[in-house]
């Protein structure tokens, strides 16, 4: 699995999802009480299984674990707040792996930018609300800021049992958040509403 996230960073690279160091993902398999998350300041279109942070869940705190020693000389994702948040909470995916991917795709913010809730949008396009259910978006908050992890909670409906209400949320003048079961999976979800953002864009009409 964390050679397909690899696969996914690099996708998301040449679809100008991010630039080099931008976007994060990270992944729990439900037995598990740690998760693995992408390292800071790592080219992402040359990320490794080996660089990934292994990260411990102790209640509501984190702690780094040893990996790899490649790994061990790098730092955890600074958007770890949002992650450990969703990680530590299985939920409705307990009886598998939860993913989170984040990464800023252009569409999807030019459409936040433009003033458009994604939440609404939905309900014009049933190829995106058969299998997507995007979340209002989350305003301005500072990036890698425990703000940013409580808004896209909050957004997406996380309660005390680790439930979400929605696969992805976006964050006006950032990017998106989408959770599913496997990279791919989570990573179609971002995939389906910036093809309906861009469609919408183009159109005009909004
Ligand atoms: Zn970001």
């Known amino acids: 699995m964390l050679e397909t996230i690899c696969d996914i960073m690099v996708d998301a690279y040449k679809r100008n999802w991010i630039t080099s160091r931008d976007g994060n993902v990270s992944i729990r398999h439900h037995d598990r009480n740690h998760f693995y998350i992408t390292p800071s300041g790592v080219r992402k279109q040359t990320l490794q299984p080996d660089q990934f942070k292994k990260i411990g869940i102790h209640g509501l705190l984190w702690q780094e674990e040893y990996y790899s020693d490649i790994s061990a000389k790098l730092k955890p994702s600074g958007e770890i707040p949002l992650h450990f948040g969703l990680q530590r909470a299985m939920g409705q995916h307990s009886n598998d792996v939860r993913v989170v991917v984040h990464v800023h795709p252009t569409y999807c913010i030019a459409a936040m930018h433009a003033g458009i809730d994604l939440n609404t949008i939905s309900d014009s396009f049933p190829e995106l609300n ?5 979340a209002p978006n989350v305003g301005d908050v500072p990036p890698i800021s425990q703000a940013l992890a409580d808004q896209c909670h909050k957004s997406l409906q996380l309660d005390d049992y680790g439930n979400i209400a ?7 003048g950032h990017g998106v ?26 159109s005009g009409n909004y």
């Open 166 to 172: 929605y696969d992805i949320v976006g964050i006006k």
């Open 130 to 134: 058969r299998y997507t259910k995007v």
């Open 177 to 202: 958040v989408a959770i599913d079961t496997s990279p791919w999976r989570a990573y179609e979800h971002i995939e389906r509403l910036e093809h309906i953002c861009k469609i919408v864009l183009a």
